[in-house]
């Protein structure tokens, strides 16, 4: 997968500013990492659709989450052509970088170190993500 040249959203840094809050922002559009143990998604354990809180598209199916124990969201498999990912060679190591396929956004990473059946942990911020129950769940 790589990251879409030119994502079917797009918005000016003023707009994404607006929209977001300054912790949504840093992550979303400057590629921020959120301190491990802060999102209250980590303990969202709900039916229900982790959505990019950039632009609302569907990314994670709750059915996919665990516990990594890494103090981030994180999740075995994201939905079908809802991420992009591109090498990230910051920090002095080489990571692959997870963005939202729609808006560009920045998600987090994926490591080859997660559980069956895919073996991947998608280490996502919180702040980059909004949870939508399923109906019925309370919210």
């Not at 301190?35 to 990314?59: I, M, Q, V, Y």
């Not at 969201?73 to 994201?78: E, R």
């Not at 920090?91 to 994926?110: D, I, P, Q, S």
């Amino acid at each position: 997968m790589s990251i879409t040249p030119k994502p079917p959203v797009t918005k000016t840094d003023e707009e994404w500013k607006a929209e977001l809050t300054p912790d949504q922002y840093r992550v979303l559009r400057q590629h921020g990492t959120e301190r491990a143990g802060t999102s209250p998604l980590n303990d969202e354990h709900r039916d229900g659709t982790f959505k990019c809180a950039g632009c609302g598209e569907p990314l994670f199916d709750s059915s996919t989450k665990y516990d990594s124990g890494s103090g981030w969201p994180s999740f075995y498999m994201p939905r079908p052509n809802s991420v992009d990912t591109t090498t990230d060679r910051s920090h002095f190591m080489t990571r692959v970088e997870v963005h939202c396929a729609k808006c560009g956004g920045h998600l987090g990473h994926v490591f080859p170190d997660g559980p069956k059946p895919t073996g991947q942990r998608y280490c996502m911020n919180g702040a980059a993500l909004a949870f939508e129950p399923e109906e019925g769940e309370k919210k």
